[in-house]
């Protein structure tokens, strides 16, 4: 009779167990962002089955770690995503098909900690994570106690989740990839002109509601034509994608670097006065002068007009008149260049 209602026991929580995973796989299945899908999954594992530590790894190699650092900031998982050299990642999980789980010589799974971690773990399981076919990563929980996950403990529901969570990566990757065209220039990978107004629009409101200051700059290639002519489109699209980076490199963090058209870029600065915003344009025109492009064998020497407008120049309604003021002094520049 106990050994009935021990089965009994046992049924009635496995029956619990795969509930839980059912509910997480559920729950995962419509989300459409990365963000939102390891928040979801993670916090998820964590609370229903009381696992203290739980955190993915990516390799840098593969397509979805690439589209999620384009699509995400930097920092935004912290302690959550650990990004691994793909051979020190393949050397631990080899071709990831099979759940990992260890209970001792788990130094050898440095690699795949959060940096900065102090897990006092007893055991830990290693679930791969694929996309097309190719292991790309890993859910990986940890505990204290070295029962939790020892080697030859069933494993067959934290496989059957990893085959769901790389199906909500194809997904996300669909959606993000078409998020991206939305509001991304797809040669500079900046913020396209559609974009960079809204965002110019509402800098604008906020400065003006608590009286900050902001400046945007308009920004053009000198003699775009003519590289274009003597190097070739591809060439010129190398330059473009090179002017892009460095905007980005040596702007601020909270800056907005956008792709206007053709060979134009808007740089919105908040909470930059002019005189700051004409020392960073500074900046940038000496960077330009005195750094050349090379490029396919070629030195391509690359220089810069800048148009600057601020929220205290005087006859400005909204945003789209301070952009439009940039331009005007843009093109000052560029016409006392060729006196």
């Known amino acids: 009779m106990n050994d009935v209602k021990e089965i009994l ?9 795969a509930q839980k995973f059912f509910e997480i796989e559920t729950s995962i299945l419509t989300i459409h962002n990365f963000r939102d899908l390891f928040e979801k999954l993670l916090t998820e594992i964590h609370d229903k089955f009381s696992v203290p530590h739980v955190w993915m790894a990516m390799t840098e190699d593969n397509d979805v770690y690439r589209l999620l650092d384009r699509m995400t900031p930097a920092n935004t998982f912290g302690e959550r995503l650990r990004v691994v050299e793909a051979k020190a990642f393949d050397e631990l999980v080899g071709d990831g098909t099979a759940t990992i789980l260890a209970d001792e010589g788990l130094e050898r799974f440095k690699a795949l900690l959060p940096e900065g971690a102090r897990y006092a773990l007893g055991s830990l399981a290693v679930v791969p994570l694929t996309y097309e076919g190719k292991a790309i990563g890993s859910l990986n929980l940890g505990d204290s106690s070295p029962e939790r996950y020892a080697p030859g403990m069933e494993a067959s529901l934290l496989r059957q989740l990893a085959v769901k969570v790389s199906v909500c990566l194809a997904n996300v990757m669909a959606h993000e990839r078409l998020a991206m065209l939305a509001f991304r220039d797809p040669l500079t990978d ?150």
């Not at 400046?215 to 775009?224: G, K, T």
């Not at 002017?243 to 206007?260: C, H, I, K, P, T």
């Not at 025109?285 to 690359?302: C, E, M, N, R, Y």
């Open 9 to 17: 026991q046992v049924i009635c929580r496995n029956e619990e167990i």
């Open 190 to 339: 900046l913020l396209n002109r559609r974009v960079m107004e809204q965002v110019l629009r509402r800098e604008f409101d906020r400065a003006k509601r608590y009286g900050t200051e902001l400046a945007v700059v308009f920004l053009d290639i000198d003699r775009f034509k003519e590289i274009n002519d003597r190097h070739g489109h591809d060439t010129g699209d190398e330059v473009l994608k090179w002017v892009g980076n460095r905007l980005v490199a040596m702007s601020r963090q909270s800056d907005v670097v956008a792709r206007f058209a053709g060979d134009e870029f808007v740089i919105v600065l908040p909470n930059t006065s002019a005189e700051r915003a004409y020392r960073f344009v500074d900046r940038l025109q000496t960077f330009f002068l005195s750094t050349h492009l090379a490029h396919d064998g070629k030195v391509i020497p690359v220089s810069v007009s800048c148009g600057i407008a601020t929220i205290a120049d005087a006859g400005l309604t909204d945003a789209i008149s301070m952009l439009k003021k940039a331009d005007e002094r843009l093109y000052q520049s560029k016409n006392s260049k060729k006196e």
